[in-house]
């Protein structure tokens, strides 16, 4: 007999053991569909507060991101992956590890300068422009969308432009509270099947429902140019708008 239990007709089966190729493989529970992380729009999320500078919520950014992807109604279809207290050498390891779509840096920001980053002590250590944009250069195949939630990111924005279709830089110094606030609205309208164009106009919104002076200071960008660059990961193709 291949089944050593019973079958009961209108009730239940009862498996017991099956016998192939004289080994003995128990069946005792169904046996479920792993999930299917391949199918999900990955962000990932790079956090960098050094200990010299103004300490920075970034706990609390990627807390609130998380929630409202939650809440919302395709927020099952993004995959959120976190790195903490990142350093320089970390940004290779995380980029090339995760393959996200979108890149969402929280943290200081210094212009011409370039991003502040952390080092092996926990403090400053910036990244120049020029570093940044050769680095994208490289993931611009599944790199869909950088986020640069950092005061006076627009030149590093600008820079990163030419080579991933969508970037969101800040135009001048963002407050802490604006800079979660853009990040709530601007998930949240993507986690309800918003384009990238709209849920940017989501997060400026977010920014002025609480008051707060902030709500001018992000901007957006795009290039066509490199949205035809993109292959594989389809980020919100199905409704993404051009940039007016």
Known sequence: NIFGGNINVGGSINIGTVKQASNLVTINQPIMPSENLASKHIILTLASSPINEARLRLDKEVREIKNVLRLAKQGSNFSLEQREAVRPDDLQDALLDVEPEIVHFGG???????????????????????????????????????????????????????????????????????????????????????????????????????????????????????AKAVSGHALLRKNSKPVQ
């Open 108 to 226: 200081h920001g210094t212009g011409v300068d370039g991003l502040a980053l952390e080092n092996e002590v926990g403090e400053t250590q910036l990244v120049s422009t020029n570093a940044l944009v050769r680095l994208f250069k490289l993931v611009k195949s599944h790199v869909q969308c950088v986020i640069l939630n950092a005061c006076y990111s627009e030149v590093q924005a600008k820079a990163i432009n030419e080579h991933i279709e969508y970037v969101i830089g800040m135009k001048q110094a963002i407050g802490d509270a604006a800079a979660i606030n853009f990040s709530k609205g601007f998930y949240r309208a993507l986690g309800n099947n918003k384009s990238i164009k709209e849920a940017f106009e989501f997060g400026c919104n977010a920014i002025d429902l609480q008051s707060l002076p902030d709500y001018l200071t992000p901007i957006l960008l795009k290039n066509v140019v490199s």
